[in-house]
């Protein structure tokens, strides 16, 4: 029970006895008791009388009416509250319908990505399929017109009558070349892209393929005024891995480094086993260098970074793509390194599982091979 209610419930009550007692006074006390005994009781019902309607106002200003004030207050702050609560939560509504069809766009633009995606997919694979399978055709007759010039530079047959020919002959022959060495990269990329490439495996001798791949850009070193070194460790095991695409691995990056410095510049191959038993390949070059921002475009697939240098040079931006790609095919890493107008450092490594130690050998971790 509230305190106004009880306040007017005792309000109620003493008016109710007051009035009983003033009823009994003017009803019955005539007859039961003297005059001046009902003169007392009528002062007195007069003084209760009094009494109560002075403490009425005191009452209700000092109790009854501050708890009004108080409940008005309180229940016009909790309809304010209420109203403020209801615009809460229609905003709530109104965002929650906003993500809700934000979701749906998300959802609807990631099935179309994802169709797009599919048939970009789909349309390279067929691309990478279809060079793949031309391979044979595009090399057929680049091999005829390459060795006939070679047979016509090289006079087998007789002098050819005029040195303008053997020129144009030798013109022939280094253009079919190059254009050969697109065509392979092209392909061989189209057959990692496709998953045709196919790896034949085996325990290669590094330091033989190494000397090998060494001598055949010799010749285009030592014309550019290149000087080259190999540095071997002593003694290095076997490498599981596929013989050509390691000499494709090493062919292109010692190429590229040839190709990107200058005269008296220096390359060189450096061949090892890596702190945890992995094999790790270093082609080092004091040629031009780039950017570390331009990393990456380098390893992208035709990506070239320009330089008045590079302008001199042939390539088509394969090379550094298609030497990562077939170093990740036997979970290699490729790292490059740059600074310009100092040099360029390209890392190879193989993981440890390919490192093969002969039987009667000790590795690295001083546990017996085999």
């Known amino acids: 029970m509230s305190p106004v209610h009880l306040v007017l419930r005792v309000a109620f009550v003493i008016f109710a006895v007051e009035g009983l007692i003033m009823l009994a006074l003017l009803v019955m006390a005539p007859a039961i008791y003297p005059a001046e005994f009902r003169a007392h009781w009528s002062m007195a019902a007069v003084d209760a009388t009094v009494l109560l309607l002075v403490c009425t106002p005191i009452i209700y200003f000092w109790v009854i009416r501050p708890y009004v004030v108080a409940r008005q207050r309180a229940e016009t702050e909790s309809q304010r509250n209420e109203h403020a609560l209801q615009e809460r939560v229609t905003e709530l509504e109104d965002a929650q319908r906003k993500l809700e069809q934000q979701g749906a766009d998300l959802v609807r633009l990631a099935a179309e990505l994802k169709i797009a995606s599919d048939r970009a997919k789909a349309a390279s694979r067929a691309k990478s399929e279809f060079l793949a ?24 047959f007789g002098p050819v009558g005029s040195v303008k020919y053997r020129g144009y002959a030798e013109d022939i022959n280094a253009s079919g070349q190059h254009l050969l060495e697109l065509i392979n990269d092209i392909l061989d990329l189209s057959k990692v892209e496709s998953g045709t490439d196919e790896l034949h495996e085996e325990d290669v001798a590094v330091p033989k ?36 695409k390691l000499t494709q691995i090493l062919l292109n990056l010692l190429t590229n480094a040839v190709k990107f410095s200058p005269a008296g510049g220096k390359v060189t191959l450096r061949a090892r086993l890596s702190p945890d038993g992995g094999y790790l390949f270093e082609v080092a070059d004091t040629g031009i260098g780039m950017a570390p921002e331009d990393i990456p475009k380098a390893l992208s697939q035709f990506g070239q970074v320009g330089t008045d240098f590079d302008h001199q040079l042939e390539g088509t931006g394969l090379g550094l793509p298609l030497t990562k790609a077939f170093v990740e095919m036997h979970q290699g890493t490729l790292d490059l390194r740059s600074e310009v107008a ?22 690295p971790s001083g546990v017996a091979a085999g």
């Not at 010799?218 to 596929?242: S, T």
């Not at 360029?344 to 000790?362: H, K, L, N």
Request: glycine share 6%; net charge neutral.
């Open 133 to 156: 399978a031309m391979s044979h055709e595009l090399r057929t007759p680049l091999n005829a017109i390459i060795g006939f010039s070679d047979i016509i530079k090289t006079e087998n």
């Open 209 to 244: 393929v190494a000397r090998s791949v060494l001598n055949l850009v010799r010749q285009r070193a030592e014309k550019g005024g290149v000087a080259l070194k190999l540095d071997l460790a002593e003694d290095p095991p076997l490498l599981h891995i596929d013989r050509r």
């Open 342 to 363: 100092v040099g360029t450092t390209v890392s190879v490594r193989f993981p440890a599982e390919r490192t093969v130690w002969p039987q009667d050998e000790v590795g």
